[in-house]
């Protein structure tokens, strides 16, 4: 018996709303808001550069033309990784 082939993944995230203080990302059922004031990479990129998005291992979040990586632990507590790259 063959498996049927493996359809298109639905857990995708999307970012849902942009604003001048940062913007909302839906993944997997939670929304996570992502201040600039905390995530400073994203403060001048363009909503394109923004909202291409790529998860990564489940839980690794990559913005290819950014070239930003941040995983779901750092996004619900940021304020256990203090090391900002400016």
Avoid at 9 to 35: D, Q, R, V
Avoid at 55 to 78: A, C, N, R, Y
């Amino acid at each position: 018996m063959k498996s049927q082939k493996n359809g298109k993944n639905t857990l995708k995230p999307e970012i849902t709303n942009i604003s001048e203080f940062g913007f909302w990302l839906f993944m997997k059922g939670k929304e996570y808001f992502l201040p600039f004031e905390k995530f400073p990479w994203f403060k001048d990129a363009s909503i394109g550069q923004i909202t291409k998005i790529e998860l990564w291992h489940g839980t690794h979040l990559h913005w290819p033309k950014l070239d930003v990586d941040l995983s779901i632990s750092i996004i619900e507590q940021p304020e256990k990784y203090k090391l900002i790259a400016k």
